[in-house]
């Protein structure tokens, strides 16, 4: 049965799969909206949204827990932390925003924008 399964594999093997997420991380990260699968952006939401909320703290076990969490990318990892996490310092929750924008024709795939609002 698949109760409680809540996460989207994409067809890809464990480690596959968190290589994308990292990637769509570092992406939505440093140019802060990017557009890809409706999909994808709903699980990237999940990814982003904790790191931002430990980011908020701005300690060094922060730090490095959002380094370990991103595969050591050091300049994603400053940017939240000095630029992002201070911007939601008053917000509880919710920095980043999936829009639906169109559904490609050839393969019927969604498409979202994720943007950080």
């Known amino acids: 049965m698949h109760h409680h399964k809540t996460v ?3 067809g890809r093997q464990a480690d596959q799969r968190v290589a994308l997420l990292r990637s769509l991380a570092e992406a ?6 990017i557009v890809t699968t409706e999909a994808k952006a709903k699980e990237l939401k999940k990814v982003i949204e ?3 909320t430990k980011g908020k ?3 060094l076990a922060a730090r490095r827990l ?18 992002l996490s201070p911007r939601y310092k008053d917000r509880k929750g919710g920095y980043t925003r999936v829009t639906k924008i169109f559904q490609k ?5 969604k498409s979202a924008l994720i943007e950080f609002v």
Request: hydrophobic share 35%; no cysteine; aromatic share 2%.
């Open 66 to 83: 959002i380094l370990s969490r991103l595969g050591n990318r050091e300049r994603v990892a400053k940017k939240i932390m000095d630029v």
């Open 50 to 52: 904790p790191l931002i």
């Open 8 to 10: 989207r594999k994409f």
């Open 28 to 33: 939505l990260v440093l140019k802060e909206s």
């Open 57 to 59: 703290t701005g300690t």
């Open 105 to 109: 024709s050839s393969d019927s795939r």
